[in-house]
């Protein structure tokens, strides 16, 4: 199991190559909007990491996946939703209290 962080350019790279395969570096980097250079290097970087092979032709390199168990780390949809915290009136209620027990210490008492 390959572990990868969801927000790198090879993760981005990786979901596509998992949408649809066989497909080249032009396809890819107008699926992830990333430049075609930006593209090859991230290919060239996940060859050596023995991810994928490449087939290399004078205009094109087409991208062939060696594994397919990878693993994205990093936060869901859902956990990037902010948590709404209801107000009410125990909120209400503790702050007047914490108002006015400001100086109600253990030295004033």
Do not use: C, N
Not at 2 to 8: E, F, M, Q, R
Not at 21 to 32: A, F, G, L
Not at 40 to 49: A, Q, S, V, W, Y
């Amino acid at each position: 199991m390959v572990l990868v962080i969801a927000t790198t350019k090879e993760a981005m790279v990786l979901k596509v190559l998992l949408e649809r395969y066989p497909i080249d570096d032009i396809e890819i980097s107008e699926r992830t909007g990333m430049e075609r250079r930006e593209i090859r290097r991230t290919l060239i970087g996940m060859e050596g990491r023995g991810w994928v092979t490449l087939d290399r032709l004078p205009d094109r390199m087409f991208v062939k996946l060696i594994r397919a168990d990878f693993l994205f780390l990093g936060k869901d949809e859902t956990q990037r939703k902010a948590v709404k915290h209801k107000k009410g009136k125990k909120d209400k209620v503790t702050r007047e209290k914490l108002k006015h027990d400001q100086h109600d210490d253990i030295m004033y008492a």
